[in-house]
């Protein structure tokens, strides 16, 4: 057990290292991680997509590195958790939404985000869950979104687990066909590139929302 929480915290420190993170921790701490992520507010920062792209690619044996996770155990551990998580975060907003609403900025947490994916809820529905998956920082606010907007817990679970399973199969789908290749030599280009596409959404809403402030204040 101790042997198994030092594993956990060097994991955590090494956050920065998605690849060191992975074979510190293994699929133990990426479970607790895309939990954290997709059910508690303050889990945004995570690194999701990369670090599920990056899982991936160690499905793959390539050259003299042999695989080093089972990708059915992978996908498995995965999807249960980004389901437990939405179905807390939904219960989170249903029960909380009103009070967080109060909450000024901090470290952890940001109105706009908030914001963000209450607009993103309302354009997409249910939906939302779905696409949300893909996109940092609103994936993490869309379920406590829809538990403030009080979906119903049967249509909320069918987005829920369809939006999983599609999210982190396709994720580490696509790990598994860039392990097979070269790129899988150079980690920390796929890691910066799964990053800056997963944030060209959200950088697309922020400058909507800059230009729809600034038309407003001209008016």
């Known amino acids: 057990m101790d042997t198994w929480f030092a594993a956990l915290m060097e994991a955590l420190r090494s956050m920065s290292d998605v690849e060191a993170m992975i074979k510190l921790g293994g699929i133990a701490v990426m479970t607790l991680i895309v939990f954290a992520e997709t059910g508690l507010l303050f889990g945004f920062f995570l690194p999701g997509d990369s670090m599920i792209v990056v899982a991936g690619v160690l499905t793959t044996a390539n050259g003299e590195r042999p695989a080093l996770l089972n990708p059915w155990s992978l996908c498995f551990w995965l999807i249960a958790a980004a389901i437990i998580g939405n179905q807390l975060g939904r219960w989170l907003g249903l029960k909380f939404g009103k009070r967080v609403e109060k909450w000024s900025d901090g470290w952890l947490y940001k109105k706009r985000y908030l914001e963000i994916a209450r607009e993103y809820y309302a354009e997409k ?26 979906m119903p817990a049967a249509r909320f679970l069918y987005w829920n687990i369809f939006g999983a399973i599609l999210w982190i199969i396709s994720l580490v789908g696509l790990g598994h066909i860039i392990g097979g290749t070269k790129l899988a030599k150079n980690l920390g280009v796929v890691t910066g590139s799964v990053i800056a596409v997963s944030f060209l959404p959200v950088l697309w809403k922020v400058f909507q929302n800059w230009l729809t402030s600034r038309r407003a204040s001209k008016a």
């Not at 993490?140 to 829809?146: K, Y």
């Open 125 to 150: 529905g249910a939906a939302s869950l779905v696409m949300a998956r893909f996109i940092p920082i609103i994936r993490t606010f869309v379920p406590f979104v829809a538990g403030m907007g009080r």
